[in-house]
């Protein structure tokens, strides 16, 4: 019984911790949604993660990797300077079975906002930002 409770126990903690990184995310609204949440909770070592593996393949992503610090600390930066990021909504703007088109818009803790497009390209069967 005791095994059978640490397992369980295990079980919910992979799916919880897959579901709070993305890893469930089918649709390029949702994966944009779960880019965004890591910024607003000032996880930017997450989102240069989230980033790197839902755009970039192969050496791409390795040399995304090689500069992640340096992307952190910029967007760590941005944030800080808009008093972080308070809120964002996410539209499909256009879609179809390999490419969709995003609108954000963000709102920002000292008040100002901004509109900004995301653009998704299925390739190989799997969604990619752009």
Do not use: H, R
Not at 9 to 16: G, K, N, P, Q, R
Not at 102 to 130: C, M, P, R
């Amino acid at each position: 019984m005791k095994k059978v409770l640490v397992l369980l126990v295990c079980a919910m903690t992979i799916s919880l911790s897959l579901v709070s990184c993305g890893g469930g995310a089918k649709t390029p609204a949702e994966m944009e949604k779960n880019l965004w949440t890591y910024v607003q909770k000032g996880d930017y070592d997450g989102y240069i993660d989230y980033l790197i593996d839902i755009s970039a393949d192969g050496e791409t992503k390795d040399q995304m990797k090689s500069m992640k610090s340096m992307f952190a600390g910029k967007i760590q930066s941005s944030m800080e300077e808009k008093k972080g990021l308070k809120e964002f909504t996410v539209k499909t703007v256009s879609e179809n079975e390999t490419s969709t088109e995003l609108s954000v818009t963000f709102t920002y803790g000292n008040g100002s906002t901004e509109d900004q497009t995301a653009t998704y390209t299925k390739v190989d069967g799997k969604w990619k930002k752009q």
